[in-house]
């Protein structure tokens, strides 16, 4: 058994055999569970927050543990601070049946956000710049969440991509929320893909705040059927 922690790198998921991996951003520990749950490798992925610790068991075939035990894991995984996390490769476990976007749907309808970690989170996001959706996790959402997806989906067809800044913060405080909610699990799914060199190449005039929040508009009229 082998068990190191997970620390970015281009070697990917067990890079390291440090002892632990202290967590300075809210994205570090995200970044690596969506590396883990992309690897061929099959292993528990532990957690260990400021009360609270948990650990979510994979497999190489891309399988979740579903248990109650995992989900709340995810669950405050994805919504609160994580101080260090391991990765210990294992035996494919049998207990490993449900797909990962499945899981992360129950987890994502249970997170209760740490008020400054969601704050943080949104941040992170915006400084992504303009990203694309695959479209492959929009079956796993709500129906409220899966409107936004697909806005957020047409957005990302424009050439430069979507704006994640302009998506999170033209709603208000609830709306916010739950886009922030769709944004974590595209991303730990592999389904958010950064547009880094187009958006380098689009000049800042091309792309005013005022155009966008036009563009949002008009695409959630079409969406609600308005």
Request: proline fraction near 3%.
């Amino acid at each position: 058994m082998n068990s190191v922690a997970i620390l970015s790198g281009a070697n990917g998921v067990g890079a390291s055999a440090a002892a632990g991996a202290k967590d300075q951003s809210p994205f570090r520990h995200l970044t690596m569970l969506r590396k883990a749950l992309t690897s061929s490798r099959s292993g528990t992925f532990d957690l260990i927050g400021k009360g609270w610790s948990g650990s979510l068991q994979l497999t190489g075939n891309h399988m979740l543990d579903g248990r109650s035990e995992s989900v709340d894991a995810l669950s405050h995984a994805l919504s609160q601070p994580v101080e260090s996390f391991f990765w210990t490769e294992l035996p494919v476990n049998s207990t490993c049946t449900m797909e990962p976007g499945a899981v992360f749907g129950q987890a994502i309808n249970n997170v209760q956000f740490d008020e400054h970690y969601q704050e943080r989170c949104a941040e992170a996001f915006a400084k992504l710049g303009t990203a694309r959706l695959r479209g492959s996790i929009v079956n796993y959402l709500s129906r409220s969440a899966r409107i936004d997806y697909q806005l957020l989906f047409r957005l990302g067809l424009s050439a430069r991509g979507a704006d994640l800044g302009q998506f999170l913060y033209s709603g208000c405080e609830e709306t916010r929320e739950r886009r922030l909610r769709v944004l974590l699990m595209a991303y730990c799914l592999g389904d958010l893909v950064p547009v880094v060199s187009e958006v380098q190449a689009v000049p800042e005039s091309a792309s005013r705040p005022s155009d966008r929040s036009g563009i949002v508009g008009r695409i959630l009229n079409r969406l609600r059927g308005s």
